[in-house]
């Protein structure tokens, strides 16, 4: 009775950590960037999170090696997933603040179903224009708070940021890789932060500020728990929910991210970030469930 009680609800249990530890690192992150440079942070994360995946990868599959046909989709999610996404997330965060960067880069699934119809891999139907009409207009709310004409370079690398998760996300999904998803996701992380080390190098010796425990403290969350653990979680996940389950379940973040704003860092909201947030996360909703393709 304990041990089928244990095997029905521990997704479950990995699913809700799984949206916590997306949620916090908008926040968490805030705090590491005001002393660590965005492109040095990501180093201090990526490293680590390689080996460590690596090693997790290879303890499920007995090897890291991953097929020459998987080399060139593996070089373009790295650049997408990792060297755009996670830099642009990061400087997003600095200039808008991780409730706000969190609601305009969680179109990102829009996004990836529209790349998906140009590309020929999805048909465009209803549920796609809805979805494409809700993302559009909550980011035109969402602009009207920011003041887009004073913080426009903030907005254009946040949603820059988005688009490219995006544009990462279909290749993962119809680029045809064939290795083990955790393999394939500590490989990503060394080969995308190679093109970030000389650049953190040049540009950030001298720009530290003072470091403290709670930086330590995020660094390592941010490879145990951001990197390893979401990667781990997400493909356990996957083969006990749905795709739609678990995309459903992704809306959850920048909803409680705007919550942790608010309640943790004082940010005050309006109701054009509450408008944002509700058409951003409906066309989530839409492109996840796609209502609309009605079946003959």
Do not use: C
Not at 26 to 48: D, N, Q, T, Y
Not at 151 to 170: E, P, R, V
């Amino acid at each position: 009775m304990g041990l089928n009680f244990s095997k029905q609800y521990f997704p479950i249990l990995l699913l809700i950590l799984l949206i916590l530890v997306w949620t916090s690192v908008w926040s968490l992150f805030k705090i590491a960037i005001e002393a660590i440079p965005p492109l040095s942070f990501r180093v201090m994360i990526g490293i680590p999170a390689f080996a460590l995946l690596l090693f997790i990868g290879f303890k499920k599959v007995k090897t890291i090696y991953v097929p020459k046909s998987d080399l060139k989709p593996l070089l373009l999610i790295s650049f997408f997933n990792v060297t755009l996404w996670q830099v642009l997330m990061l400087y997003g965060i600095n200039m808008l603040g991780g409730g706000r960067a969190a609601v305009l880069t969680y179109t990102m699934p829009v996004w990836a179903t529209i790349f998906a119809s140009i590309f020929g891999y999805e048909k465009i139907n209803i549920s796609i224009i809805v979805s494409l009409i809700f993302g559009i207009v909550g980011i035109f709310f969402l602009s009207l708070e920011i003041d887009i004409f004073e913080n426009f370079i903030g907005f254009l690398i946040t949603l820059s940021a988005g688009l490219s998760w995006a544009i990462g996300t279909m290749i993962v999904k119809y680029g045809g890789i064939k290795s083990d998803g955790l393999i394939v996701a500590g490989w990503q992380q060394m080969i995308g932060i190679i093109p970030i080390i000389p650049f953190a190098l040049y540009f950030d010796l001298n720009n530290f500020g003072s470091i403290d425990y709670r930086h330590i403290l995020i660094i390592l969350y941010g490879i145990f728990l951001s990197s390893a653990y979401t990667y781990w979680a997400y493909f356990t996940i996957l083969q006990k929910f749905s795709v739609n389950v678990t995309s459903i379940s992704v809306m959850a973040v920048p909803i409680l991210a705007i919550l942790v704003d608010y309640v943790l860092v004082d940010v005050k909201f309006s109701k054009f970030d509450i408008i944002a947030l509700i058409l951003i996360v409906s066309g989530i909703y839409v492109v996840a469930v796609k209502p609309f393709n009605y079946k003959k």
